[in-house]
T-cell receptor, first 114, second 115 residues
Framework: AQSVTQLDSQVPVFEEAPVELRCNYS??????LFWYVQYPNQGLQLLLK??????LVKGINGFEAEFNKSQTSFHLRKPSVHISDTAEYFC????????????FGTGTQLKVEL | NAGVTQTPKFQVLKTGQSMTLQCAQD?????MSWYRQDPGMGLRLIHYSVGAGITDQGEVPNGYNVSRSTTEDFPLRLLSAAPSQTSVYFCASSPNPGRGDNEQFFGPGTRLTVL
C-alpha cells in the first residue's frame, strides 16, 4: 500500500516570488510520482511526472519537481509564480508493478497575491 | 475531441433517492475510474474499469455501483443516497490498463449534495 503526505494545506505567496510545495510518500514497492493541478471549478490536469532517470523533472507552466529517493520526497517548485498559478495542487503515486490506480495526497492550496 | 465529459454538473438529492452520474470519453481509453473529492481528504478511488465488461472496487466502493458496457461510457450509480455521499465526483480515463506511468485525464466533475 502507498500513502502520500502533503503537509501544507495552504501556501500563500506574493506574485513573482518562488514557491515550493512539499510532498512525501510512503510505499513498500517502487512508485511513479505525479503532480496534478486543479484550477477553480475544474477537473485535474497533469503538471508533470517522474517515471525514471533524471531526478529533476520539468513540467508545464514553468513548474519542476525533484525526486529524492532517500527522503522519499517529490517537492514541486516554481522560481516565479503568477496570479494564474492560484489553484490546488495534488501529489500522487502509482505502483510501477502494474495498474493505473492513483493514490493522492490531500492537496495544497496555492494562493498567489499581488 | 471532447475528452472526458460528465453530467450533470450539479445535483441535489434527498436521502434515500437513487441516481446515476454519467461519464463518457471519446479518446478510446481502456481504463476508466471514479473518484470522490472531499475537503482535506484529497481524491479517493471509488471504482475502476480496465475495459468493457470489467470493473473492480477501489478504496471507497460502499454505496456505489458501476458497469461498463461500452469503452466510451462508465456510469456511477448511487443506490440509496446518504448525506455522507455529499461530495464532488470526478471521472478519469487513461489509455493503457496496467500502465501506472500513464497520464489520467479528468472530467470537470459533478457536485452532489444529499440532504
Amino acid at each position: 500500500a502507498q500513502s502520500v503526505t502533503q503537509l501544507d494545506s495552504q501556501v500563500p505567496v506574493f506574485e513573482e516570488a518562488p514557491v515550493e510545495l512539499r510532498c512525501n510518500y510512503s510505499s513498500s514497492v517502487s512508485v511513479y510520482l505525479f503532480w496534478y493541478v486543479q484550477y477553480p471549478n475544474q477537473g485535474l490536469q497533469l503538471l508533470l511526472k517522474y517515471l525514471s532517470g533524471s531526478t529533476l523533472v520539468k513540467g508545464i507552466n514553468g513548474f519542476e519537481a525533484e525526486f529524492n529517493k532517500s527522503q522519499t520526497s517529490f517537492h514541486l517548485r516554481k522560481p516565479s509564480v503568477h496570479i494564474s498559478d492560484t489553484a490546488e495542487y495534488f501529489c500522487a503515486v502509482s505502483d510501477t508493478g502494474g495498474g493505473n490506480k492513483l493514490t493522492f495526497g490531500t492537496g495544497t492550496q496555492l494562493k498567489v497575491e499581488l | 475531441n471532447a475528452g472526458v465529459t460528465q453530467t450533470p454538473k450539479f445535483q441535489v438529492l434527498k436521502t434515500g433517492q437513487s441516481m446515476t452520474l454519467q461519464c463518457a470519453q471519446d479518446m478510446n481509453h481502456e481504463y476508466m475510474s471514479w473518484y470522490r473529492q472531499d475537503p482535506g481528504m484529497g481524491l479517493r478511488l471509488i471504482h475502476y474499469s480496465v475495459g468493457a465488461g470489467i470493473t473492480d472496487q477501489g478504496e471507497v466502493p460502499n454505496g456505489y455501483n458501476v458497469s461498463r458496457s461500452t469503452t466510451e461510457d462508465f456510469p456511477l450509480r448511487l443506490l440509496s443516497a446518504a448525506p455522507s455521499q455529499t461530495s464532488v465526483y470526478f471521472c478519469a480515463s487513461s489509455p493503457n490498463p496496467g500502465r501506472g506511468d500513464n497520464e489520467q485525464f479528468f472530467g470537470p466533475g459533478t457536485r452532489l449534495t444529499v440532504l
